[in-house]
């Protein structure tokens, strides 16, 4: 699944996956620049369905004399509010990312310092560990819950 999202990324902005050059230096100003379109597009995307959402309540904003039918939209408004809070956090995981793009600190992990990788940054371009990092994160984190 998280292949299709990739994909669906990777769409929206445009861009085919990355194809590296043989002996080519990880997070070159060309590799840079594919991310940052990947990012401002996603961003875009996010902050369309946030001023959608916004104008879709005031339209249907509605007295219901119905108690259940009143229930029933402020229960859509909640659930599409949650949404949106969930989005607006996102734009700001993007916008920090993109200003790592911006400070040539982008595609490394901030654990260890190794490269994240190109394939797991357009499946996840938000990534800021690599996958043996996260593993263990993932891990630590199980463990302080159970």
């Not at 996102?90 to 400070?103: A, D, F, G, V």
């Not at 190109?118 to 990092?133: K, N």
């Amino acid at each position: 699944m998280p292949n299709n999202k990739a994909l669906g990324i990777l769409a929206l902005a445009g861009v085919e996956p990355y194809k590296e050059k043989p002996n080519e230096e990880y997070m070159n100003a060309e590799q840079l620049e594919h991310f940052k379109k990947i990012l401002e597009a996603w961003r875009n995307q996010l902050r369309q369905e946030v001023d959608r959402t916004v104008s879709h309540m005031k339209d249907e904003a509605a007295n219901f004399p119905d108690p259940v039918d009143r229930a029933a939209q402020e229960e859509e408004f909640s659930l599409e509010l949650r949404t949106r809070d969930r989005e607006r956090k996102l734009i700001k995981k993007i916008e920090k990312t993109l200003q790592l793009i911006e400070e040539d600190e982008f595609g490394f992990c901030k654990s260890c310092g190794i490269e994240i990788g190109i394939r797991r940054l357009e499946a996840r371009p938000t990534a800021d560990l690599c996958i043996e990092c996260k593993t263990l994160a993932e891990i630590k984190e199980r463990q302080m819950a159970g």
